[in-house]
């Protein structure tokens, strides 16, 4: 059992579409997260949810919207995509602290490729 | 807010040779602090964190790393390096208490060489 899936994994696209990137977590964690990492591996975080709740907002353009229809589900939609977007998405859950096994746990992540 | 310096972005090591990787950090307040390691084409796992307690901690496969507050240093040893180690390593930290966002360093390339 995969305990975070991202589809698709690999997502080849042209500029100016729209694409979404799903995420599902079976931890029964409830806060989920969005990262980028670049090129040279940097990873930042885009977005973090809780409980369905958006509690991380970094400064991620407005074409990038996070949707969490429950807490075991975020996905990632992006629009108007452009040649800086191609990257590795990663996806991550934590479970709530005090449980003693505070770490996230990645999904193995997509790699959007914008031509 | 916190941040992560791994001042190594590749260390080569010949196999069964002892390795170290860097990772300093800066905080305001007190911390998490974690070791990832990402083989090719895959995400991150946990490779070993320390939460609170001792400040040695060990991982499954013979990894270790020591929390040093005065230091602000959590470096990540091996005695004796296997081919299967070849991988990047990410240090990362997070403020303690309630929810804190988990800052990555920019990774360490760790290549074994036979």
């Known amino acids: 059992d995969t305990a975070v899936s991202q589809t698709p994994k690999y997502l080849v696209t042209q500029m100016g579409n729209d694409k979404s990137i799903k995420c599902e977590q079976n931890?029964?964690?409830?806060?989920m997260y969005w990262y980028k990492q670049d090129s040279k591996k940097f990873l930042k975080i885009m977005f973090s949810?809780?409980?369905?709740?958006?509690?991380i907002n970094e400064t991620v353009p407005n074409r990038f919207s996070p949707k969490s229809p429950d807490k075991a589900h975020l996905n990632l939609h992006i629009n108007s995509l452009e040649l800086g977007d191609s990257a590795v998405y990663f996806c991550?859950?934590?479970?709530?602290?005090?449980?003693?096994?505070?770490?996230?746990?990645f999904g193995s992540g997509t790699r959007l490729t914008v031509v | 807010a916190q941040s992560v310096t791994q001042l190594d972005s590749q260390v080569p090591v010949f196999e069964e040779a002892p390795v170290e990787l860097r990772c300093n950090y800066s905080?305001?307040?007190?911390?998490?602090l974690f070791w990832y390691v990402q083989y090719p084409n895959q995400g991150l796992q946990l490779l070993l964190k320390?939460?609170?307690?001792?400040?040695l901690v060990e991982s499954i496969n013979g990894f270790e790393a020591e929390f040093n507050k005065s230091q602000t240093s959590f470096h990540l040893r091996k005695p004796s390096v296997h081919i299967s180690d070849t991988a990047e390593y990410f240090c990362?930290?997070?403020?303690?208490?309630?929810?804190?966002?988990?800052?990555f360093g920019t990774g360490t390339k760790l290549q074994v060489i036979p």
């Open positions: 931890l029964g964690h409830d806060t």
């Open positions: 949810y809780n409980n369905k709740e958006l509690i």
């Open positions: 320390y939460l609170s307690g001792s400040t």
């Open positions: 991550a859950s934590s479970p709530p602290e005090g449980q003693g096994n505070y770490g996230y746990t």
């Open positions: 990362a930290v997070s403020g303690s208490g309630g929810y804190q966002k988990v800052t």
């Open positions: 905080s305001s307040v007190s911390v998490y």
